[in-house]
């Protein structure tokens, strides 16, 4: 029996290498890994060109049957231009998106300039309004005169609460970068979370605390930043309690009321826009900035001798 299996070969249909089986018949050729074919005899084994069959390389069209002749050449494969490989690629990089807190970081300035501009319009409009009421007192008014009166003291008015609210936007958006980038020159981590400065100068009654401590803890060795922050505190809070003074005045009948609330509401916007520019010039003062946004001289602060100092 074991003469009988030694006498049994497999043909290796890649190397035509051959190989006695031993016991069952294998798959895979071990010199090459090719395929093996069936077990013959050694006396029955025939050489490559009397073998019974032979390889036939055919395209996959028609291997498919898609082709109506087989046997017809086709055309040798070329080139019509050098191949580029790797020079020419073309990557579709996907879509960025805007970046909304920084959009309004950047633009904070542009805001709060408008804002200061537009209350600015407001003094203007309300101090008009007064005088039409005064003259109104012994004449009257055209009523083309008080529809234009009221028609700028609406766009001036609503036009500077809408752009104070988007320079609150962004300057949270502006506080929270700076913040970044200052402790990340100093390499330290911000003891203030992101929604921790939000709350704080969104929550009303909060906000009229806790800006400030934020602004003061960003302030490195500057004076003048310093008391232009407090400056902007102060006037920040003033300006708050104004407008809520100025909700329970109109709430008062009288005409004389509604006069004196004219006056008191150019008074408030006054101060809206002063509260506007000092804005600006604390977002530039930290930015290292003049008020126009051109870049400031560098001021470096010493410690000096009083000995070396005296004449």
């Known amino acids: 029996m074991g003469a009988e299996d030694m006498s049994l070969i497999q043909v290796c249909a890649r190397c035509a290498g051959r190989w006695p089986v031993v016991g069952a018949p294998t798959q895979w050729c071990p010199r090459c890994h090719g395929i093996l074919l069936a077990p013959v005899r050694t006396d029955q084994f025939l050489p ?7 390889w036939i390389a ?40 805007r970046n909304w807190p920084e959009l309004l970081a950047d633009k904070v300035a542009v805001f709060l300039t408008l804002t200061a501009s537009l209350y600015g319009l407001a003094v203007l409009a309300e101090l008009a309004r007064y005088g039409v009421l005064v003259r109104n007192r012994t004449r009257l008014i055209d009523p083309t005169v008080l529809a234009v009166s009221d028609f700028a003291v609406f766009v001036a008015q609503v036009g500077g609460t809408l752009f104070a609210l988007l320079s609150g936007i962004g300057a949270v958006c502006w506080l929270l970068r700076i913040r970044r980038r200052t402790f990340d020159r100093s390499e330290t981590s911000d003891p203030r979370s992101i929604g921790e400065v939000i709350v704080g100068c969104a929550v009303p009654g909060l906000n ?29 809070v003033f300006g708050a309690l104004l407008v809520v003074f100025n909700w329970f005045w109109r709430s008062r009948p009288g005409l004389q009321i ?54």
Do not use: C, N
């Open 48 to 54: 490559p060109d009397r073998r019974g069959f032979r």
């Open 58 to 97: 055919r395209s996959p069209l028609q291997r498919a049957g898609l082709t109506s002749d087989s046997s017809a050449p086709s055309p040798t494969p070329r080139y019509t231009e050098i191949p580029r490989w790797g020079l020419r690629d073309r990557v579709e990089m996907p879509a960025a998106r």
């Open 208 to 236: 009229l605390v806790m800006p400030g401590v934020f602004l003061l803890e960003v302030i490195r060795r500057d004076p003048r930043a310093v008391t232009l922050v407090r400056a902007w505190w102060s006037l920040w």
């Open 258 to 311: 509604m006069a004196d609330g004219v006056l008191l509401s150019a008074f408030t916007a006054l101060i809206a826009s002063v509260t506007a520019v000092l804005t600006l010039m604390v977002v530039r003062r930290l930015e290292g900035r003049t008020v126009t946004g051109s870049k400031g001289a560098v001021t470096r602060w010493v410690v000096a001798d009083r000995e070396a100092l005296a004449p």
